[in-house]
């Protein structure tokens, strides 16, 4: 039965997850952050404490944000299901590399260095080695998120992070294991080679045991019920491998985490597969916000305000350090600088697992109140800072691609070009416009800001060049003031107005052909001196429209007619937007 209690934590969500977060997003901070920074301000450390003295803060703050803890953990459980769905066994297999190599060595010299910090700063042994295991994780939910939000799970970035996020989850069982034995006592009873290697052996059974259940029974029984047709059926199936996946893990002492990975591991490879992800998409986002809005609100700054200084530096220490050894294991397997300094700054943050294993080792007497404390709130603010800090590195690794990729052949003399076409942005489309000139023997020349592109373009004998193709002195050094056209493909609004400004100064005389993101785009391109612009939305529902009454038999010309009618008509309509 439904309490009014929760219905209140219920629309307080709603109304931060589509108020709040929102102006986040559009101040380009992240949805993540705005969720972290909306549970800190309305959790039980934040307004909530004025709810004694305002009894109506109590009906716009989560004072009990313990109800929450079972949705917000589920957030998690569907994240990664989702993530192993996409992953399949096949490049999982792939990635061993990654996951035994770049993971354990960021694991084990991660401890090490926060346990010889905690030791020599004045910390007794066994508190160094407790926040050296668990400060050695890092938050699968933020960063999967983050990464899924940019589209970029499947590119090197994406599966080296998740190739040390799925080894850390495999250390949940020995990082609980040490500190349980630590915690035990000097007074127990020493424990045999059997009690030591039980709970291994229990955990290593139950992901055999789930993949030998998943491959003899769960595939035969979702393919039986795609047969049927019926979505519920498939979900239904789909939520009970999830779930009992990630019970079993759970039971074993693994991470619920894992075992909800492999279960998506598991049906990665059925044809229900993209069926079962478009249903749980909008779920998983709702959920995960409740999860970042919880991690929110155990953050206490009014309790740690007398230790801020010292938190603050561990915050920095333990991003710094934490970075800076996750740069140097994927060095060490060969990752690619700009992927390697991107990964880094990515993991340099402390998990939610912390969080168990600090209240762990505090019912053991390990950490005293206070170390507790400060542990909880660095833990809680190197998670939120994670997502200022994922931007850097963005920039950053695209530095590195552009400096190692970038030194390509000194731009040529401008007495060398004349009548050619001048392409800005040589990705997917601008490839095509090549191979097209190509085809007439029309020279070009073309302008990539994206090191890795330029390179491989240039290895293949195609005259690119690296350069911002919106800076009228490349244009000038590329005989832009001889050249017969210019063709803007860049996928940036702002640069490909810029080249189209730029393009007009240089060679009034010579047209502009530019693609657009949408009608809007197209009408400022338009305005700047372009001849003809094709706003991408359109020209894609043109393709179609074309294909469809192709389908249904009409004439050859007559569809070519129409099709051209429709296009003439809109760029006149962009047109009279301009004069407007």
Known sequence: MLHAENLKGLIIFLVVAGVIVPLFHRARIGTVLGFLI?????????????????????YVTFDDPKRAEVLAEFGIVVLLFLLGLELSLQRFWQLRRYVLGVGLLQVVFTTLAIGLTVRF???????GIVLGLCLALSSTAIVMQLLTEQHRVAEPTGRIALSVLLFQDLMVVPILFIVGLLGSGSSAKPRGIVDLIAPFAGALGAVIAILLVGRFVVRPLLHSAVRTGSRDLIMAIALLVL????????????S???????????????????NIEVDLEPFKGLLLGIFFITVGTNVDLFAVAPDIGWILLGVAVLMVGKAAIAYGAAR????????AAEVALLLSQAGEFAFVVIGVAQAGALLTPRLAAGAIAVVGLSMMATPLVALLGRHLAERLRNADHGRQEPLPDPDEFEGHVVIGGCGRVGQLIMRTLEAENVPYVGLDTNGDTVGELRAKGHAVYYGDAGRPE?????????ARAFVVTVNNPRAAERMVAAARRINPQAPVFARATDSAHAARLVALGAVSVIPETIEASLQLAARVLEQLELPEEAIDQRVAALRDAEVGRLKAGEGA
């Open 256 to 274: 619920v985490a894992l075992g909800a990975f492999l279960a998506g591991l598991l049906l990665s490879d059925s044809e229900a597969r993209h």
């Open 332 to 339: 060490a397997f060969g990752v690619q600088r700009a992927v």
């Open 474 to 482: 490349l244009l000038e050094r590329l005989g832009a003031d001889r």
């Open 38 to 58: 909306a549970g800190v301000a309305l959790g039980p450390h934040g307004l909530a404490r004025l709810g004694d003295s305002y009894p109506w803060v109590h």
């Open 243 to 254: 779930v009992a996946s990630a019970v079993a893990t759970g039971l074993s002492g693994l």
């Open 121 to 127: 700063s004045g910390g007794v042994p066994p508190a």
